[in-house]
């Protein structure tokens, strides 16, 4: 992937270009840069997650953890128009990039930030996320125990994983903070994980 995604100011040279998501129920254009994740094409991992996840609920706040440049906040957005969704990233050009396919796309019930950007006292009735596997195990846990903790006592969060990037120690793992894991779908090696909000006892180990 050339320079890390993660990086907050990528210093790759900006080569935009234009992608598109076309789902059963949708078809977005979306612009892309070098430096953000996946440039050429909507990843395979994101594809699957919003061909097989549960239709997202009709009001609320939710969020797409690692948005990059928005086609899951973006699919989000589009199938619960009178929800809120947030994306949030660390990386500032694909924060810019989903807002401007945001305004393309004339969805106005998206909004796009850095985590300092996002209300703390917000609570989620749903995460959707293609996690940064790739910036390690402890980050990803601080990410993870981060946001799921901010789901709402019914809300859900479906995260994909490739299998092969420890799909299976991750909900290990998960369940064993105390937020109920189960695998939802298996598909071309990405597991999709549905996690529940932490239970009660979880909050207490």
Not at 129 to 140: C, D, E, M, T, V
Not at 147 to 161: D, E, F, I, K, S
Not at 176 to 198: E, H, K, M
Request: aromatic fraction near 6%.
């Amino acid at each position: 992937m050339g320079e890390h995604y993660f990086a907050e100011q990528p210093g790759t040279a900006s080569r935009t270009r234009t992608i598109d998501l076309v789902l059963p129920d949708l078809h977005l254009r979306l612009a892309t840069d070098r430096g953000v994740f996946s440039p050429d094409r909507v990843d395979l991992g994101t594809r699957i997650l919003l061909e097989t996840v549960p239709a997202p609920p009709d009001t609320g706040d939710l969020l797409d953890l690692g948005c990059g440049y928005g086609p899951i906040a973006l699919t989000m957005a589009t199938r619960a128009p009178q929800a809120r969704i947030w994306g949030v990233d660390v990386n500032r050009r694909a924060i810019e990039l989903a807002e401007r396919n945001a305004q393309t796309a004339d969805l106005d019930n998206v909004r796009f930030g850095l985590a300092d950007d996002i209300d703390p006292d917000l609570r989620f009735a749903a995460i959707w996320s293609n996690p940064p596997i790739r910036i390690g195990k402890a980050a990803l846990h601080d990410l993870l125990l981060t946001w799921l903790p901010r789901l709402t006592p019914t809300g859900q969060a479906h995260l994909v994983v490739q299998k092969h990037l420890g799909s299976d120690s991750l909900q290990r793992w998960l369940a064993d903070q105390g937020f109920p894991t189960r695998r939802l779908a298996s598909r071309s090696a990405y597991r999709i994980l549905q996690v529940s909000a932490r239970t009660q006892e979880g909050q207490t180990r």
